[in-house]
């Protein structure tokens, strides 16, 4: 009997190299822009990290065969907002948007709430997007839902709060400034 009877694919062959793209396109806008600094380059790293880290833990697992079902048919889209949704999955997912709201302000030469904002919802709606196109075309094993959708943005909004809050600390900013 096979020891991946699905087809499963593995998460680390397609999350590093994700990751490593995500360093690289960073580091030759750097360059280009002649804005490289080594703490710049460590957005960059902390970006490809958490790139990495979110298509791990939001795409996978991905199953190349059907994977059996008990029930006659699977969700793969959740569009009615706050249904069925518990407390613990709003908290993860704002926990999980955190870091972006923290991290994009690093990389925007004018960040502002409307940008991050808008920048934390757009990567949500991939996420969710490609949820939806790995449920529909290889049996994934996440539900595209719009709780998700409103929680993640949630949390890149309190992510910038306390970027904007920290960043009010004389000694902070001075700090952040380097990374910018």
Sequence with gaps: MSSNPFGEVPVLPVAIPVGVVVFVVRLALLLRGRRFTWPRAAVAAA???????????????????????????????????????????????????????????LLMRRPSWLRVLLTSAAVSLTIELLQLAAQKLFSGGHVADINDFIWNTFGGAIGYAIFVLLTRVPIVAVLVNRFR
């Design 47 to 105: 970006i490809a990290v958490y790139a990495a880290g979110i298509i791990a833990n939001t795409i996978f697992p991905i199953f190349l065969r059907p994977t059996p079902s008990d029930e006659p048919w699977a969700p793969a889209l959740a569009l009615i907002p706050f249904h069925d949704y518990e407390l613990a999955d709003a908290l993860t997912n704002v926990a999980v948007f955190v870091p972006l709201g923290i991290l994009l302000p």
